[in-house]
């Protein structure tokens, strides 16, 4: 792409297909029946307590004036504000929106962040527009937005085909529509305006430390572990290059090209400095795997790190991974996720394994609100406090009251909303 085009590549996954609402919805009703909570609460977290949609009008490089199409979901702010990501990609819906600002909840309740769920998402394509169009949109869907966002009400952060640069100009509108500096409204910013340490490879090192945890309690040591990664992007990639400086062997890794394997492991490093701008490696090799014949590879760990609904019922069986760790959102169908638990198969799933990057930007404001600024040693060592006592806690869950390791998750992350709603008095 040439000029002043180019492609934004963002810190989330795919968007999710329909039917995403429901399937959370169900797993919510049951985690609440479960920890004895009326239908009175489920009624209340079943969705957003609010939607907005909003029309953005931007002038585009031609001159011409096009309406963009956006919203902010927030889940509950029983807690605390709202926490979440801003999309930009030509299929984001409302639905999905609220979906996932469902999952942002479920999120912090298990890491016991002061925050409730939010999301945002724009309907568009950066990978068609200029620079100057992205930051106008950019900056237009702030102003559309500023009345029901801020530190203290709702922040947002990256996610798919959005960035740290994304970010700065979103809280350079802020900033100028408030009148004063407020590095606290948004994080995944850039280290020079208030963006913390060891946030771009946050996520990678909560799914390694999961992994590690996960693995340990099934009596099985991370040193020698092989690995196989969906998924070569941001968090694949960075997930790749730390567990191999663990002492984990990564046997295969995919990209969008397919899939390439090595029973005694990868060359890491060769791969990651031959990967390109969109996280592509395998294009380099005569001979690729298809997702099928991928996620059937012998491995004592599968990593879906790239696309949801990637493990269903079509092809379950073929799983040969003892452990699946859910680094993508919604990568394994419920049903799939409930067959691999009958056979044995333990799967922590993404609203556990993938928090990391919503662990290290509650960090950012942290350091925001306090001015003052922690090294990457400290951040990632809080963030392993972090993980490793959420992992316990969901495991030790699912042991003592023999759910499955998602249901835990939920009930753990849910519980927490329920009560604070019914001491607000709201049911």
Known sequence: MSG????????????????????????????????????????????????????????????????????????????????????????????????????????????????????????????????????????????????????????????????????????????????????????????????????????????????????????????????????????GSHLAEILDQWGAIVVGISDVHGGIYDEKGLDVQYLLDRRDSFGSVTNLFSKRLTTAEFLALPCDVLVPAALENQITMDNVDSVQAKLVIEAANGPTSLEASDKLHERGVLVLPDVLANAGGVTVSYFEWVQNNQGYYWTEEEVNSRLETKMVDSVQKVLGLAKSRGVTPRLAAYMVGVQKYAEASRLRGWV
């Open 4 to 235: 002043n085009k180019r492609i934004l590549v963002g810190a989330g996954t795919a968007p999710l297909s329909e039917g995403v609402l429901a399937s959370t919805q169900k797993v919510i009703h049951e985690a609440l029946e479960r920890l004895g909570y009326g239908e009175s609460y489920f009624e209340l977290l079943k969705e957003p307590l609010r939607l907005l949609t909003v029309r953005i009008p931007v002038r585009m490089d031609d001159g011409q004036v096009k309406v963009f199409t956006g919203y902010r979901a927030q889940h509950t702010d029983a807690v605390g504000p709202t926490k979440g990501g801003i999309r930009f990609h030509p299929s984001v819906t409302a639905e999905e929106v609220s979906a996932l600002s469902l999952w942002m909840t479920l999120k912090c309740g298990i890491f016991d962040l002061p925050y409730g769920g939010g999301k945002g998402g724009i309907i568009c394509d950066p990978r068609t527009m200029s620079l100057g169009e992205v930051e106008r949109l950019a900056r237009g869907y702030v102003r559309a937005i500023s009345q029901i966002v801020g530190p203290n009400k709702d922040i947002p952060a990256p996610d798919v085909y959005t960035n740290a640069q994304i970010m700065a100009w979103m809280l350079d509108e802020y900033s100028r529509i408030r009148e004063y500096d407020s590095p606290g409204f948004i994080t995944g910013k850039p280290l020079v305006i208030g963006g913390s340490q060891g946030r771009d490879k946050a996520t990678s090192l909560g799914v390694a430390i999961a992994l590690r945890e996960t693995a340990a309690q099934q009596g099985m040591a991370l040193k020698g572990l092989k690995v196989c990664i969906q998924g070569f992007g941001n968090v």
